[in-house]
C-alpha cells in the first residue's frame, strides 16, 4: 500500500506486538495467535526481539487480512497484470500502433 501522506522520521516503521495489534484493531492475544497460525505477516527479529513492518500491516489489511499465502498470489498476479502492461506498451509504441 502506498500511503498518501508523507513519511516523516517520527513514523515508525516496525512495531511491538502491542502496536501492531492496535494499528490493527484487535487485542496482541489475538494478533499472536494470527501470528502462531501463520495467519498474518510475519515479524522481523530484532535481536531477542519481534517487530512486525507497519507497511506489511496496512498492505495486508487493505488486503481484506488474507492469509499469507494468498496475499502472495495476489501480489504475484498484480506484478504480472503490470509488467504485461508495461511490455504492451513499449510493444504498441516500437510498431508506431495508437494507444487504446
Given at each position: 500500500m ?50 512486525w ?34 511490455l ?13
Amino acid at each position: 500500500m502506498k500511503s498518501d501522506s508523507p513519511v516523516t522520521s517520527t513514523d515508525p516503521i516496525l512495531v511491538d506486538a502491542a502496536q501492531a495489534a492496535r494499528l490493527c484493531g484487535i487485542s496482541e492475544p489475538m494478533l499472536r495467535k494470527l501470528h502462531r497460525s501463520g495467519r498474518c505477516p510475519e515479524p522481523v527479529r530484532v535481536g531477542r526481539c519481534l517487530r512486525w513492518r507497519v507497511a506489511d500491516l496496512r498492505t495486508w489489511a487493505d488486503a481484506g487480512c488474507p492469509a499469507p499465502d494468498r496475499m502472495r498470489a495476489a501480489t504475484y498476479q498484480r506484478e504480472a497484470r503490470q509488467k504485461l502492461e508495461v511490455l504492451r506498451t513499449v510493444t504498441e509504441r516500437e510498431a508506431g500502433l495508437p494507444r487504446e
